[in-house]
């Protein structure tokens, strides 16, 4: 080994190599020890020529006991200086072993001494990627079980900038006390200590690594407001860090919350077999062409899983006893009038209690046995509410009941899952005029220029019928009447999905929809406690409807006694523009980049979501609608 004033003359060491060191004493926390090599002795030594004395000293400042036999403590302090260099070399994270020996060792011993092995940290586990660290701890008995627990670290700052730096201190204006310590993508902050941890030592601050931005926040705001007060900063010398999470019973989070937020992430997904993508090939061709060199990537993809209509058609076709009937308050359906050709969106459980799903299933050979005409009437009762706690208790203790539904709900659902939307934007419903007719009926976007709104992503659904019922619209000048076909003098082509919008929250900084604002509810139902005020939306304001495409206000429509205030919009397509980029068009479509945040159409309705949806009607030929001004 070269001294070490040879390796500092060519700047190959500073002056100090830090080591981490595990005491008995406190058996869950590595000490970081800095090594002075800049000391002379160790400087001038030659052929490991230490006195007693300065080894003792040397192998006491660390915290291990010195041998009694005087001979072999100069040989332990040069195993403990080749071990430390050669661990310091890789930040005392890499594997020197396999690099050096070409195969793992659990530990490297020092006789009657000390162990160099490894060990994880805490909460700086996650800024040192995971990797294991070299730890010297001293040497137990060959049958003694080795622990695992993570390590806690106690640091002087400037020895932790020389490991794992750099460390750059947050500090008050005018040379004052440090807050916090940025190191790398997060922050050393003090920290509440939990019982069940190490007290820290006098001149120990406890402390935690963490990349949360709101503990971060959360923690300058108190030790500026400590700073302010008494002018003193909570860190002290040196550091005790690897802080846990803790439970706060007085948290008064809305746990409905969490589920918002995901939704409006993009990142809530159903119950379900979740369709996953794996890259099998990549192809980058290159020709000559006029003008250069032109160049194409491709990427192919091998599907895994399931589409959410396939798993969903299977699991009520094999299984339906065990699923969660809930999902039959879903808007998962819209009903089409014969008569004005209008639609509106629908819960599903609605959808099979309409006449057309009556008259499908009675069309049925052989026809669904019910036990009881009163156990029948009851369960399309329960549809026609949406009461499904009720539909559930309506059979939890007759079995026959219980079979008939569950064959009513399948033959329902599979007569359903054939309408739906197509690649083609082509709107196919089921229309059952009575028992001995059942049909498809087509919707070509060409006329009803709303079809592609309802085009499934990759965690819904939609299906359709044919409703009786006459849809009218017969409201104030910015739309034209809508009317029954025998009063109708205006072009068949006009028609309207009547739905809702959910407007995303963490959009009102970044792309917030010009005009909106939140304000709170007059008279509340119970469920809602906020609105969306629209009177100030401007003509043209866009709403991203993520995989839906986007919508445009073209006008508004003014609250009556029978409606709410709503908007009136045209579904425009992205497919086109999102084809510019069209391998980000490409993953965005299979699954595999999520797309950004976005607003939404009222499908499913959360627990805890307290702001009313905002009314829209989505017009099938906005020449239809005048009066082109501001709302």
Same mark, same amino acid.
């Given at each position: 080994?070269?001294?070490?004033?040879?390796?500092?003359?060519? %700047?190959?060491?500073?002056?100090?190599?830090? #080591?981490?060191?595990?005491?008995?004493?406190?058996?869950?926390?590595?000490?970081?020890?800095?090594?002075?090599?800049?000391?002379?002795?160790?400087?001038?030594?030659?052929?490991?020529?230490?006195?007693?004395?300065?080894?003792?000293?040397?192998?006491?400042?660390?915290?291990?006991?010195?041998?009694?036999?005087?001979?072999?403590?100069?040989?332990?302090?040069?195993?403990?200086?080749?071990?430390?260099?050669?661990?310091?070399?890789?930040?005392?994270?890499?594997?020197?072993?396999?690099?050096?020996?070409?195969?793992?060792?659990?530990?490297?011993?020092?006789?009657?001494?000390?162990?160099?092995?490894?060990?994880?940290?805490?909460?700086?586990?996650?800024?040192?990627?995971?990797?294991?660290?070299?730890?010297?701890?001293?040497?137990?008995?060959?049958?003694?079980?080795?622990?695992?627990?993570?390590?806690?670290?106690?640091?002087?700052?400037?020895?932790?900038?020389?490991?794992?730096?750099? +460390?750059?201190?947050?500090?008050?204006?005018?040379?004052?006390? +440090?807050?916090?310590?940025?190191?790398?993508?997060?922050?050393?902050?003090?920290?509440?200590?939990?019982?069940?941890?190490?007290?820290?030592?006098?001149?120990?601050?406890?402390?935690?690594?963490?990349?949360?931005?709101?503990?971060?926040?959360?923690?300058?705001?108190?030790?500026?407001?400590?700073?302010?007060?008494?002018?003193?900063?909570?860190?002290?010398?040196?550091?005790?860090?690897?802080?846990?999470?803790?439970?706060?019973?007085?948290?008064?989070?809305?746990?409905?919350?969490?589920?918002?937020?995901?939704?409006?992430?993009?990142?809530?997904?159903?119950?379900?077999?979740?369709?996953?993508?794996?890259?099998?090939?990549?192809?980058?061709?290159?020709?000559?062409?006029?003008?250069? #060199?032109?160049?194409?990537?491709?990427?192919?993809?091998?599907?895994?899983?399931?589409?959410? %209509?396939?798993?969903?058609?299977?699991?009520?076709?094999?299984?339906?006893? %065990?699923?969660?009937?809930?999902?039959?308050?879903? %808007?998962?359906? +819209?009903?089409?009038?014969?008569?004005?050709?209008?639609?509106?969106?629908?819960?599903?459980?609605?959808?099979?209690?309409?006449?057309?799903?009556?008259?499908?299933?009675?069309?049925?050979?052989?026809?669904?046995?019910?036990?009881?005409?009163?156990?029948?009437?009851?369960?399309?009762?329960?549809?026609?509410?949406?009461?499904?706690?009720?539909?559930?208790?309506?059979?939890?203790?007759?079995?026959?009941?219980?079979?008939?539904?569950?064959?009513?709900?399948?033959?329902?659902?599979?007569?359903?899952?054939?309408?739906?939307?197509?690649?083609?934007?082509?709107?196919?419903?089921?229309?059952?005029?009575?028992?001995?007719?059942?049909?498809?009926?087509?919707?070509?976007?060409?006329?009803?220029?709303?079809?592609?709104?309802?085009?499934?992503?990759?965690?819904?659904?939609?299906?359709?019928?044919?409703?009786?019922?006459?849809?009218?619209?017969?409201?104030?000048?910015?739309?034209?009447?809508?009317?029954?076909?025998?009063?109708?003098?205006?072009?068949?082509?006009?028609?309207?999905?009547?739905?809702?919008?959910?407007?995303?929250?963490?959009?009102?900084?970044?792309?917030?929809?010009?005009?909106?604002?939140?304000?709170?509810?007059?008279?509340?139902?119970?469920?809602?406690?906020?609105?969306?005020?629209?009177?100030?939306?401007?003509?043209?304001?866009?709403?991203?409807?993520?995989?839906?495409?986007?919508?445009?206000?073209?006008?508004?429509?003014?609250?009556?006694?029978?409606?709410?205030?709503?908007?009136?919009?045209?579904?425009?397509?992205?497919?086109?523009?999102?084809?510019?980029?069209?391998?980000?068009?490409?993953?965005?479509?299979?699954?595999?980049?999520?797309?950004?945040?976005?607003?939404?159409?009222?499908?499913?309705?959360?627990?805890?979501?307290?702001?009313?949806?905002?009314?829209?009607?989505?017009?099938?030929?906005?020449?239809?609608?005048?009066?082109?001004?501001?709302?």
């Amino acid at each position: 080994m070269a001294p070490f004033g040879f390796h500092q003359a060519l %700047r190959h060491c500073p002056t100090k190599i830090p #080591i981490l060191v595990l005491l008995p004493e406190r058996s869950n926390v590595a000490k970081l020890h800095a090594i002075d090599v800049s000391d002379t002795r160790l400087c001038e030594i030659r052929d490991h020529l230490f006195t007693e004395k300065f080894s003792a000293a040397f192998i006491s400042d660390i915290g291990f006991n010195p041998m009694q036999v005087v001979t072999s403590n100069a040989e332990i302090v040069v195993r403990i200086l080749d071990l430390a260099v050669l661990s310091f070399s890789g930040a005392h994270l890499e594997p020197f072993d396999e690099m050096n020996i070409g195969r793992r060792v659990e530990e490297f011993g020092i006789t009657g001494v000390a162990v160099l092995r490894r060990r994880r940290m805490r909460c700086l586990d996650t800024y040192l990627d995971r990797k294991e660290v070299w730890v010297f701890e001293v040497a137990s008995r060959p049958d003694q079980t080795r622990s695992t627990e993570q390590l806690y670290l106690s640091a002087c700052i400037e020895d932790f900038n020389t490991l794992w730096g750099p +460390v750059w201190s947050k500090s008050l204006p005018n040379n004052g006390p +440090v807050i916090r310590y940025d190191v790398g993508p997060g922050s050393l902050i003090p920290w509440e200590r939990a019982d069940s941890e190490p007290s820290p030592e006098d001149g120990e601050t406890f402390c935690h690594w963490t990349r949360e931005s709101n503990a971060i926040i959360q923690s300058d705001e108190h030790a500026i407001q400590i700073a302010n007060s008494t002018g003193r900063g909570l860190f002290s010398d040196r550091l005790l860090i690897g802080g846990i999470l803790q439970d706060n019973p007085s948290c008064t989070n809305d746990v409905h919350r969490f589920t918002t937020d995901m939704r409006d992430d993009n990142r809530l997904h159903p119950l379900t077999h979740h369709p996953t993508y794996e890259l099998e090939t990549t192809t980058i061709c290159a020709q000559i062409v006029g003008l250069g #060199i032109g160049t194409s990537y491709s990427e192919t993809y091998k599907r895994r899983g399931a589409l959410y %209509r396939d798993d969903f058609l299977a699991a009520w076709s094999n299984i339906p006893q %065990r699923l969660n009937l809930d999902v039959l308050k879903h %808007r998962f359906a +819209v009903e089409i009038s014969a008569c004005t050709g209008s639609a509106r969106r629908m819960r599903l459980a609605h959808a099979m209690a309409s006449q057309t799903i009556h008259n499908w299933l009675d069309s049925l050979t052989p026809k669904i046995s019910w036990p009881s005409s009163d156990c029948e009437n009851e369960y399309f009762n329960c549809l026609v509410c949406a009461d499904i706690a009720r539909l559930k208790k309506h059979f939890a203790h007759d079995d026959r009941c219980r079979e008939a539904c569950f064959k009513t709900i399948s033959e329902s659902i599979k007569a359903l899952l054939k309408t739906g939307v197509n690649r083609n934007n082509l709107l196919s419903a089921l229309w059952a005029p009575d028992v001995e007719e059942s049909h498809v009926v087509t919707f070509p976007e060409l006329k009803y220029g709303w079809t592609g709104f309802l085009k499934e992503g990759t965690d819904d659904l939609n299906v359709a019928i044919v409703t009786e019922a006459c849809l009218e619209l017969d409201h104030d000048d910015r739309l034209p009447s809508l009317l029954c076909n025998r009063k109708r003098t205006i072009y068949e082509g006009y028609t309207l999905l009547e739905t809702y919008l959910v407007v995303n929250r963490k959009l009102m900084t970044n792309g917030k929809p010009n005009g909106l604002q939140l304000i709170y509810e007059s008279s509340g139902d119970g469920q809602y406690t906020q609105r969306w005020k629209i009177h100030h939306v401007s003509i043209g304001t866009d709403f991203n409807m993520g995989e839906q495409g986007r919508i445009e206000v073209i006008g508004s429509m003014r609250p009556s006694k029978k409606m709410p205030s709503g908007l009136i919009v045209v579904w425009r397509d992205l497919t086109a523009t999102r084809f510019k980029n069209s391998k980000q068009f490409a993953r965005e479509k299979i699954g595999l980049t999520a797309l950004g945040p976005s607003h939404h159409e009222l499908v499913r309705e959360l627990n805890g979501d307290n702001i009313r949806p905002i009314l829209m009607h989505v017009v099938s030929d906005p020449s239809f609608v005048f009066r082109r001004r501001s709302l």
